[in-house]
């Protein structure tokens, strides 16, 4: 049972079309978002944030159309984005001081977990962190609150091959306590690693939306490894 | 909204917010256009919404469980609250003027504007205009500061010009007045400040959160 749903969002700008996207994100399941750089994946995502207004579509989280329950589903879902920080000169501490005000769920045990295994210094501030803490970072403040989904645009971008095999795990070990992880990414060994899901968008439009498996089925040629797979789906879809 | 206003406060707001209701005291200055005393203050809430784009504060707000309009009430709380300290610090500066030192020859021997419950109006109307002009104006796109501010800054002035001229036409030499001198007036012309202000301020914050609602972030 999808626990979020996407349903035909579409979006037009002037120099690209984000068109009739539909998928669904299932619970205790890792979801791999993949597609190249401009295919369209932060649209997609802002739009299921109403950070940005689709021109059609909609987008359902628990059940519930994000429309009118905005409020409500934020405080069940984590955000995070690879690239952006905060705050640059406020301490981290003051920034999670201000940000668990916001969630009635917020874990100080996951907290200080997660600052521990990600060895965070809570006394620094953003600007003081390497492009890789900063996502740790953002991470931290999505798994404090004991989101039931987290959304995460990019989030092994600029982190170490240790620190992203952490990342992975942490997924895994979250997926196991029910916890619906959508992560987009253009690293596909991350979705080999991990994901169960995997939603395979190339400009603007939904190529495929199925379980791993089903796409290695689908689409993977004898011996062919995923990376191989989806490096020849490209091609394709570029010489069309 | 307390915890956002408490954002606000916290994370969002520029140092210069707090240190230029400072500005209030200008009321003390002889010789010198009061109200802009009253800009000055809102100059230094201009730096919080420079604070704002620089930091990403609107994302992150907007991603907090909040209605985006409450992002927008925020700000509206915020700047309200550092406008009403100025206009309280203004208000006890201009008691000390219309009672302690309504002879001092300083004061009296003034041909600029008074410092009196009409300047607390004037005061009053000039943050009416921020919120009306530069508040509203930001939330159209979220990041553009400049233009808001640029047409904010030239109402202003003209609007400081008119008030400093006002007592010296004909017949409007009581909005100048020292003491309790016509009371009535004066608390007049303070009431409809204070209603401009409020209505000035609603109207925007309506549009603010109209506009903040169909953006793209």
């Known amino acids: 049972m999808a626990i979020v749903e996407v349903k035909d969002l579409t979006k037009r700008y002037p120099s690209f ?3 009739g996207v539909s998928f669904g994100i299932g619970s205790g399941r890792i979801t791999g978002f993949i597609g190249r750089n401009g295919a369209g994946k932060t649209t997609t995502i802002k739009a299921m944030l109403n950070l940005v207004h689709p021109d059609s579509g909609t987008v359902s989280f628990f059940g519930k159309p994000m429309a009118g329950n905005e409020t409500e589903i934020k405080k069940h879902i984590g955000y995070s984005t690879g690239a952006v920080s905060w705050y640059p000169r406020k301490k981290i501490r003051d920034i999670v001081d201000i940000e668990k005000r916001f969630y009635d769920s917020w874990d100080l045990e996951s907290y200080g ?7 965070l210094d809570d006394r620094k501030t953003p600007m003081e962190l390497s492009e890789g803490m900063k996502v740790k ?3 931290l403040l999505a798994l404090s609150h004991k989101a039931e989904v987290l959304i995460l645009d990019e989030p092994t971008s600029g982190l170490d091959p240790f620190s992203r095999n952490e990342l992975l795990d942490i997924f895994t070990e979250l997926k196991n306590h029910g916890v619906a992880v959508f992560f987009s990414t253009h690293i596909i060994s991350d979705i080999e690693k991990c994901a169960d899901d995997i939603v395979y968008i190339s400009k603007g439009k939904i190529v ?3 379980s791993k498996d089903d796409f290695i089925r689908n689409h993977s040629l004898d011996g062919e490894s995923l990376e191989d797979t989806m490096l020849r789906l490209e091609r394709s879809s570029s010489n069309a | 909204m307390r915890n956002i206003l408490i954002k606000e406060f916290r994370l969002s707001a520029s140092p210069l917010s707090f240190f230029f209701i400072l500005f209030g005291l200008m009321f003390f200055i002889p010789g010198y256009p009061i109200l802009l005393g009253a800009f000055f203050v809102t100059l230094g809430l201009f730096y919080s919404f ?3 784009r620089e930091t990403n504060d609107i994302l992150y707000s907007a991603l907090l469980p909040i209605a985006k309009r409450d992002v927008v009430k925020g700000k509206y709380a915020f700047v309200c609250s550092v406008e009403g300290i ?7 500066v201009v008691i000390v003027r219309m009672t302690l030192l309504k002879d001092s020859p300083v004061y009296r021997n003034n041909a600029l504007m008074n410092a009196n419950l009409f300047a607390l109006g004037g005061a009053l109307l000039i943050f009416g205009l921020f919120n009306l002009i530069f508040l509203s104006g930001f939330f159209k796109t979220a990041y553009k500061i400049g233009r808001p501010f640029v047409i904010y800054v030239i109402v202003v002035l003209f609007t400081v010009t008119a008030f400093e001229a006002l007592h010296h036409f004909p017949g409007l030499g009581a909005l100048n007045a020292f003491g309790t001198d016509s009371m009535t007036l004066q608390l007049l012309m303070l009431l409809a400040g204070a209603l401009l ?3 000035m301020t609603v109207l925007s914050c309506g549009t603010a959160c109209s506009r903040f609602e169909k953006l793209d972030l």
């Open chain 2, 50 to 52: 420079q604070a704002t």
């Open chain 1, 137 to 139: 970072l953002n991470l």
């Open chain 1, 17 to 19: 079309t984000l068109d």
């Open chain 2, 86 to 92: 100025s206009f309280l610090l203004m208000a006890a």
């Open chain 1, 208 to 210: 495929s939306a199925v």
């Open chain 1, 113 to 119: 977990k997660y600052m521990e295994l990600f060895a």
């Open chain 2, 197 to 199: 202000c409020v209505i």
